[in-house]
């Protein structure tokens, strides 16, 4: 695969080793639909669509520069037919029923960007539905991805936490 990215992107370079951590534990199926929640250029959606095909999978970013690269890159890597949209994490993104969402959030900044994907990801997974984050944050993410989903597992590789969780039920773990 081959990307164009630019420097205002997040690793423009390469793809980051927390990313590469984050898929290194996912596993993907035919019948999963996925979504790439912050894409960024597009390199985990635009994997994933070689994997199981373009139109099983999302992606969205807020950011107007990385949905015009994702977009650039799926067309250079032949799955244009990949879903991608603007949005402010779920904010404007209207689909649903998702089998899998994988992100990397920004998180050097505070925790209301990824509390969103979080709390409104559970609410966009189909049941049995998995979220993966990876991050280099661990106390935060495993207690709130604990809280929502009931559960998380967590897997360190090379200074990153990667976080799974699955949707069990149609509520959150510990509703207030």
């Not at 900044?109 to 993966?132: Q, T, V, W």
């Not at 559960?151 to 509703?175: D, T």
């Amino acid at each position: 695969m081959r990307f164009i990215t630019e420097g205002a992107a997040f690793s423009p370079h390469c793809i980051d080793k927390g990313t590469l951590a984050m898929l290194s534990h996912v596993t993907v199926s035919c019948g999963d639909k996925v979504l790439d929640l912050g894409c960024g250029y597009g390199a985990v959606g635009i994997y994933l669509a070689k994997l199981i095909g373009e139109n099983k999978v999302f992606m969205s970013d807020v950011d107007k520069k990385c949905i015009a690269l994702a977009r650039q890159n799926a067309a250079l890597n032949d799955v244009s037919g990949i879903n991608i949209s603007i949005s402010d994490g779920f904010k404007t993104l209207d689909e649903k029923d998702f089998s899998l969402i994988l992100s990397n959030p920004p998180y050097h900044a505070d925790f209301s960007i990824p509390k969103h994907f979080i709390e409104k990801g559970f609410n966009r997974l189909r049941m049995g539905g998995r979220i993966y984050m990876v991050t280099k944050r661990k106390d935060w993410y495993k207690n709130k991805l604990a809280a929502i989903f009931g559960g998380v597992s967590v897997y360190e590789a090379e200074g990153y936490y990667v976080f799974y969780a699955e949707k069990r039920g149609f509520r959150y773990a510990n509703k207030s």
